[in-house]
């Protein structure tokens, strides 16, 4: 019987094979490609739910690559932290590949090959980044998805090539710095193995003078997957690639790509430099206030966009404030509940939820109408009323009204502020809220509000017949719109047969943050 030790390696693997089966099985019928995609993926999830269990009820998993002993060979490991991840990255992936059968279909007919060809790719690369123990191997996986990211954006061809090219050039800057940054960590370690260096790098700065090579290192990384993550500033290459990418690659891009790059941060920051060497350093202190910044910079830009897709980018740049808010008040909080990364990690999976649900939305619009502009959508609600009704839920949650996602997402940062006492970060949080409300209650105001007056829709004051989109895109919607209600409920009602808070608090007990931080 296939041991459980061995899913992290065959997650890549079967990933891998799949992208080359799509290939070939694509030029005898290129139908197949959904549904190999499809498997693969649900496979994948399968795994990872299972890897998951395991690290929770038994313990972490350690695999060597072709045997070979760590530090000489990679090694992948899998706790709960990556597990966590591995599952939310997956669970989008699938959404997303069953979303895409009717809109790839429909957007880009002459590409359904390539498209799944490139898209398990990125699949695969995101999987690598999250399994890997090796950090020169995460590079190299950040690497894959970011190729396969550029290309996709690309695939609209038009105006998404110049999309994809700024997205290159920031993402190649992005990774010199982090490839500068693992050579550095190299050249005083000689290791590349994570818990090699981790164990490795303390007798550089335990006297308490930092070896310059080290802190170098550190800020190296952390510029350059802020710009894989898009924090401000350094976000300019986000709001085009968003808007012009394919629907379900703006989802995947917003939903899970800009978060795996949090997650190499969180993984180098605690697994690699370790706790004690954060402490040294107030890298958090600069990271939480440039968070803040970014939380009220996105919401403002959000609202002075037309187009519904760039307003939800500017949206997402606002949201990676949130979690990147949270993790910067990481090492400050030591409440069982929001403590550590807590509230870091709760939101990185309410707002995949919420941002995938909502630029699913937007390509639906222009499935089936081209309807790219907020002002075009007047009295959709009416002709299209599940796809506005799972915007509405989305919208809801990204406001805050509970009992969505983004109200407990929204509570326990306050939580986590009130804790560690800078009140300035709990106003950043209330404005933010006001302006959500502001920009989201004007897309909702449109589709349901604006009825019969004169537009592009004004028939829509008399009856009109309901005119949705196919099935196959309606239910991945829906079930993201729901599971922004019900995710909520279970974190709110600290439901224990979730495993939610046991894996919360696996990844603090891990690092030694939140109650588990030692005085």
Request: aromatic fraction near 12%; include cysteine; proline fraction near 4%.
């Given at each position: 019987?296939?041991?459980?030790?061995?899913?992290?390696?065959?997650?890549?693997?079967?990933?891998?094979?799949?992208?080359?089966?799509?290939?070939?099985?694509?030029?005898?019928?290129?139908?197949?490609?959904?549904?190999?995609?499809?498997?693969?993926?649900?496979?994948?999830?399968?795994?990872?739910?299972?890897?998951?269990?395991?690290?929770?009820?038994?313990?972490?998993?350690?695999?060597?690559?072709?045997?070979?002993?760590?530090?000489?060979?990679?090694?992948?490991?899998?706790?709960?932290?990556?597990?966590?991840?591995?599952?939310?990255?997956?669970?989008?992936?699938?959404v997303?590949?069953?979303?895409?059968?009717?809109?790839i279909?429909?957007?880009?007919?002459?590409?359904?090959?390539?498209?799944?060809?490139v898209?398990?790719?990125?699949?695969?690369?995101?999987?690598?980044?999250?399994?890997?123990?090796?950090?020169?191997?995460?590079?190299?996986?950040?690497?894959?998805?970011?190729?396969?990211?550029?290309?996709?954006?690309a695939?609209?061809?038009?105006?998404?090539?110049?999309?994809?090219?700024?997205?290159?050039?920031?993402?190649?800057?992005?990774?010199?710095?982090?490839?500068?940054?693992?050579?550095?960590?190299?050249?005083?370690?000689?290791?590349?193995?994570?818990?090699?260096i981790?164990?490795?790098?303390?007798?550089?700065?335990?006297?308490?003078?930092?070896?310059?090579?080290?802190?170098?290192?550190?800020?190296?990384?952390?510029?350059?997957?802020?710009?894989?993550?898009?924090?401000?500033?350094?976000?300019?290459?986000?709001?085009?690639?968003?808007?012009?990418?394919?629907?379900?690659?703006?989802?995947?891009?917003?939903?899970?790509?800009?978060?795996?790059?949090?997650?190499?941060?969180?993984?180098?920051?605690?697994?690699?430099?370790?706790?004690?060497?954060?402490?040294?350093?107030?890298?958090?202190?600069?990271i939480?206030?440039?968070?803040?910044?970014?939380?009220?910079?996105?919401?403002?830009?959000?609202?002075?966009?037309?187009?519904?897709?760039?307003?939800?980018a500017?949206?997402?740049?606002?949201?990676?404030?949130?979690?990147?808010?949270?993790?910067?008040?990481?090492l400050?909080?030591?409440?069982?509940?929001?403590?550590?990364?807590?509230?870091?990690?709760?939101?990185?999976?309410?707002?995949?939820?919420?941002?995938?649900?909502?630029?699913?939305?937007?390509?639906?619009?222009?499935?089936?109408?081209?309807?790219?502009?907020?002002?075009?959508?007047?009295?959709?609600?009416?002709?299209?009323?599940?796809?506005?009704?799972?915007?509405?839920?989305?919208?809801?949650?990204?406001?805050?009204?509970?009992?969505?996602?983004?109200?407990?997402?929204?509570?326990?940062?306050?939580?986590?502020?009130?804790?560690?006492?800078?009140?300035i970060?709990?106003?950043?949080?209330?404005?933010?809220?006001?302006?959500?409300?502001?920009?989201?209650?004007r897309?909702?105001?449109?589709?349901?509000?604006?009825?019969?007056?004169?537009?592009?829709?004004?028939?829509?004051?008399?009856?009109?017949?309901?005119?949705?989109?196919?099935?196959?895109?309606?239910?991945?919607?829906?079930?993201?719109?729901i599971l922004?209600?019900?995710?909520?409920?279970?974190?709110?009602?600290?439901?224990?047969?979730?495993?939610?808070?046991?894996?919360?608090?696996?990844?603090?007990?891990?690092?030694?943050?939140?109650?588990?931080?030692?005085?």
């Amino acid at each position: 019987m296939l041991s459980v030790d061995h899913f992290p390696v065959l997650i890549i693997a079967i990933s891998l094979v799949s992208s080359f089966t799509i290939l070939v099985a694509g030029w005898w019928n290129k139908k197949a490609c959904w549904f190999i995609s499809l498997g693969t993926i649900f496979v994948q999830l399968i795994m990872a739910i299972t890897i998951l269990n395991h690290v929770l009820n038994v313990g972490l998993i350690s695999y060597w690559l072709g045997g070979w002993m760590p530090p000489w060979g990679i090694e992948y490991v899998m706790d709960a932290l990556n597990g966590y991840i591995l599952v939310v990255l997956l669970f989008l992936a699938l959404v997303c590949v069953v979303y895409s059968k009717r809109n790839i279909e429909h957007e880009l007919p002459g590409k359904i090959v390539p498209y799944y060809v490139v898209y398990q790719l990125l699949v695969t690369g995101l999987c690598g980044v999250t399994v890997t123990g090796d950090i020169f191997n995460l590079y190299v996986f950040v690497e894959i998805f970011s190729l396969a990211a550029y290309a996709l954006i690309a695939s609209r061809g038009g105006v998404s090539l110049k999309a994809s090219f700024v997205y290159l050039v920031m993402g190649s800057i992005g990774a010199c710095f982090v490839l500068i940054g693992i050579g550095m960590i190299y050249s005083v370690t000689g290791s590349l193995n994570m818990h090699d260096i981790s164990i490795l790098l303390p007798p550089l700065y335990e006297t308490g003078a930092i070896n310059r090579a080290v802190f170098a290192a550190y800020a190296l990384i952390v510029v350059g997957l802020s710009i894989k993550m898009a924090l401000f500033p350094l976000h300019t290459w986000l709001p085009d690639a968003h808007s012009f990418a394919p629907a379900e690659i703006s989802a995947m891009l917003s939903g899970i790509i800009i978060e795996v790059s949090t997650y190499a941060l969180i993984r180098i920051s605690f697994s690699v430099f370790t706790v004690d060497f954060l402490r040294l350093v107030p890298v958090f202190d600069v990271i939480a206030w440039i968070a803040a910044i970014a939380i009220i910079y996105g919401s403002v830009l959000a609202i002075a966009q037309i187009n519904l897709k760039r307003m939800l980018a500017y949206s997402s740049i606002s949201q990676m404030g949130y979690i990147m808010l949270a993790f910067g008040l990481s090492l400050s909080t030591r409440a069982t509940l929001w403590g550590g990364l807590t509230p870091a990690l709760m939101h990185i999976l309410n707002h995949a939820l919420m941002k995938g649900c909502l630029f699913m939305v937007a390509g639906a619009f222009i499935y089936k109408a081209e309807l790219w502009n907020i002002t075009d959508l007047r009295g959709l609600g009416r002709k299209m009323p599940y796809t506005c009704a799972a915007f509405s839920l989305a919208a809801i949650s990204m406001i805050g009204v509970p009992p969505s996602v983004g109200f407990v997402s929204k509570v326990y940062l306050i939580f986590a502020i009130v804790e560690q006492g800078n009140f300035i970060f709990m106003a950043v949080v209330l404005l933010s809220t006001l302006l959500n409300l502001v920009y989201f209650w004007r897309v909702i105001e449109m589709l349901y509000m604006r009825v019969g007056e004169k537009g592009p829709h004004a028939e829509y004051a008399e009856k009109v017949e309901r005119d949705e989109i196919p099935l196959l895109m309606l239910i991945p919607i829906l079930t993201l719109g729901i599971l922004c209600v019900v995710i909520g409920i279970i974190w709110l009602t600290e439901i224990p047969i979730t495993g939610a808070y046991p894996i919360m608090d696996s990844v603090n007990k891990l690092f030694g943050i939140g109650r588990f931080t030692v005085p």
